[in-house]
């Protein structure tokens, strides 16, 4: 059993969950029809007209009664305890039972996006999960990623807050209209906007895009994929924090460890064997190995399970995230940690993010959070988004310098000034914006 399916045999489409003072409230409920056609949606009809013939609707206690029926009230109380851990805002689920599509949106803060004039208070990708993926996994991932994505927004100087979106489906295509116009109304009604993140195709993403004005950065976007601005953000900073540590910007003759080999690593390993960096690099698929060493054919290409203990200068995590624990952190053989991967610290809270950032500055390495600066690809995003087709990358790629780049150099000083680790000023700096106070 799982909350997706409490929601499919009760006949119900969603479930949600909202802050209110101390409290989260749940409330499940059924939002349209069995049989409603979403292929026309955002073509001929809005978020704001969805009819439904036999709406239900199930208040707290109510709803709390029927997930205990169905033994499910313990995966209710996990997904509350990660989001008080997270001081998460609120959370949707919704359900499509006849295509067995689910997407989740974790909405970790509103603040920075109240005043914004934008429909879209919030921003942060889509990450698809397969089918088989637990749900407590799905539901943990998001929290955390969504967390991120608030101080992301702030550090990036977005006046948004941060959410994540997650899809789970069985296989479908850009042409199944009902699916995309499914996704495309769930994002909508999420009021924020969003883009790519692991696991979502492009050309899926440019088939939401058609049926929503906030799914940006897909491969028919103005200014293209995230990928590159992400890796120019990733290099803006580390070339700041080389200046720092080794009083020089460029990478040129030192190791660098790329664990990941995908749309913003490969970009990496390319710029920085430019530089005259020796890449090292491991992906658990071969063909981004071989498709890498195209372009970088002195590549020095390792197993996937040895490239965290890797001797290096700098190890770049751009795979998935939880890579820093208190266990591999014991093993880095590295002077600094700077990559695309998204929460690379395992830990799902500012204190165990804050513990972890200690261990790696006791091993004399120097770690910032990703969120300080991988934001080149929400940057475009925001661009896109507002802009359209007047949209300029000169103008993103200025943006990507001042908040990854100048923001690195002047969170590194800050951290020498101080004796704090950059984690600790960088939680210390954003959190009054995400959350109207100190954490
Ligand atoms: P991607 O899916 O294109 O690439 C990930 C690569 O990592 C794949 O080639 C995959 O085979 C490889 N991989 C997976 N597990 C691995 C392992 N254990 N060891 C080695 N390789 C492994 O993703 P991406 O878009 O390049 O993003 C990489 C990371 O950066 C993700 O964590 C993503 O959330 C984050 N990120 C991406 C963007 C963006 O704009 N694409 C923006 C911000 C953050």
Known sequence: ?????????????????????????????????????????????????????????????????????????????????????????????????????????????????????????????????????????????????????????????????????????????PDSLEHVGFIAYSIDAGQLMTGPDVGLAPELLDAFAQHSPHVLCGSSSPLGQAGGPTATGVLAALGRAAEHRFGIKSLAGRRVAIQGLGSVGLQLAVELARQGAHVIAADVDAARVALC???????????????????????????????????????????????????????????????????????????????????????TGYEVYRKRDLSSFAAVRTEIERAAGDGTRDLLNEAAATGETPTRVALRWYSPLVYGSPE
Not at 130 to 158: H, I, Q
Not at 330 to 344: E, F, P
Not at 350 to 370: K, T
């Open 293 to 379: 060493r195209e372009s970088v054919p002195a590549l020095e290409a390792v197993q996937a399970d040895s490239i965290v203990g890797c001797e290096c200068d700098v190890f770049a995590p751009c795979a998935l995230g939880g890579v820093l624990s208190a266990e591999s952190i014991g093993r880095l053989r590295t002077s600094m940690v700077y990559g695309a991967a998204n929460n690379q610290l395992a830990a799902a809270t500012s204190e165990g993010e804050l513990e972890l950032a200690e261990l790696l500055a006791a091993r004399g390495i120097l770690f910032q959070p990703d969120w300080t600066y991988t934001m080149g690809g929400i940057l």
């Open 1 to 173: 059993m799982s909350l997706s399916k409490v929601l499919l045999e009760a006949g119900l489409t969603t479930l949600s969950l909202q802050r209110s003072g101390e409290e989260l409230l749940c409330t499940l409920s059924r939002d349209w029809d069995p049989d409603q056609d979403f292929s026309a949606y955002g073509r001929r009809w809005s978020s704001d007209q969805l009819v439904c013939r036999e709406p239900r609707a199930l208040g707290d206690s109510e709803a709390r009664e029927l997930l205990r029926s169905r033994g499910e009230l313990s995966a209710l109380e996990g997904l509350e305890r990660g989001m008080r851990q997270g001081r998460h805002e609120s959370f949707v689920m919704r359900r499509h039972a006849k295509l067995g599509v689910e997407v989740c949106h974790f909405i970790h803060s509103s603040a920075l996006g109240r005043q914004n004039g934008f429909h879209a208070l919030r921003a942060g990708g889509m990450r698809r999960h397969a089918e088989t993926a637990p749900e407590a996994e799905v539901l943990a991932d998001g929290l955390n990623l969504s967390r991120a994505m608030s101080f992301k927004c702030a550090a990036a100087g977005m006046p948004f807050g941060g959410s994540k979106s997650t899809l789970v489906a069985p296989h479908f295509g």
